[in-house]
Each structure stands twice: as structure tokens, then as C-alpha cells.
């Protein structure tokens, strides 16, 4: 069976940075596209990046791009989120997400697509 677990959340301030992971048990890690999504209370959820099963096939939501570097390790199983000059409408409940794929396509942005879910992170922001 397919897990993912989140990590990495906290409380900061603007500007600030944190480091999300997406570790990954279970089946082929290789073969999965991951995506990272967010939801704030009162809000939809929201896609932030993904990542294919080529590190350079790589997507970003439009607010974070410049901001936020997806990656991932296939031999640790985790895929990370870097987030830099943290704002204040981050502020959200990060999940990660998998997807099993043959071909090395860019990764979904909607989250009906992906297969497994992780429980979340909470990443809070102050101003």
C-alpha cells in the first residue's frame, strides 16, 4: 500500500524559509509523478508544483514560481519542496501527492489526478 508522509511545516515569518518532504513507501517511487497542493481554511484547494519522474519536468503555480523549487531523491523515496521569501497567503495545509505514471509527462495540476495522499503539513506564515 501506497503511504506518503509530510514534513516540514511550521510557524515563520515573512520572508523566511522552509523545507517540506514528501517520503514516499510503497510501490515503484521511481514511476510516480508527486505533486505538492495547498489549502487555506475557506478556500479550494489549490495546486503549488509538481514534479514528473524526470527531475526537469517540473510545474509551478503562478504565485510561487521564482519562489518555491520542487525536487526529488529517488533513493531516499522523498520528494521536497523548498520554499523561499515565505508570504503571508502561503499560509496553508501543505499535502503531497503521487501519481503512477509510464511516460515521462508533465506533471498533473489537478488533484483528481493523482492517486495517493499524504495527511498534510501546516505551514503558517506571519506578517
Known amino acids: 500500500q501506497v503511504k506518503l508522509v509530510e514534513s516540514g511545516g511550521g510557524l515563520v515569518r515573512t520572508g523566511d524559509s522552509l523545507r517540506l518532504s514528501c517520503v514516499v513507501s510503497g510501490g515503484t517511487f521511481s514511476r510516480y509523478a508527486v505533486g505538492w497542493f495547498r489549502q487555506a481554511p475557506g478556500q479550494e484547494r489549490q495546486f503549488v508544483a509538481g514534479?514528473?519522474?524526470?527531475?526537469?519536468?517540473?510545474v509551478y503555480e503562478d504565485s510561487v514560481k521564482g519562489r518555491f523549487s520542487i525536487s526529488r531523491d529517488n533513493d531516499k523515496r522523498t520528494v521536497y519542496l523548498q520554499m523561499n521569501s515565505l508570504k503571508p497567503e502561503d499560509t496553508a495545509l501543505y499535502y503531497c501527492?503521487?501519481?503512477?505514471?509510464?511516460?515521462?509527462?508533465?506533471?498533473?495540476?489537478?488533484?483528481?489526478?493523482?492517486?495517493?495522499w499524504g495527511q498534510g503539513t501546516q505551514v503558517t506564515v506571519s506578517s
Open positions: 514534479i514528473g519522474r524526470r527531475t526537469g519536468d517540473t
Open positions: 501527492a503521487a501519481k503512477s505514471v509510464i511516460v515521462t509527462v508533465s506533471p498533473p495540476e489537478q488533484g483528481g489526478s493523482y492517486d495517493y
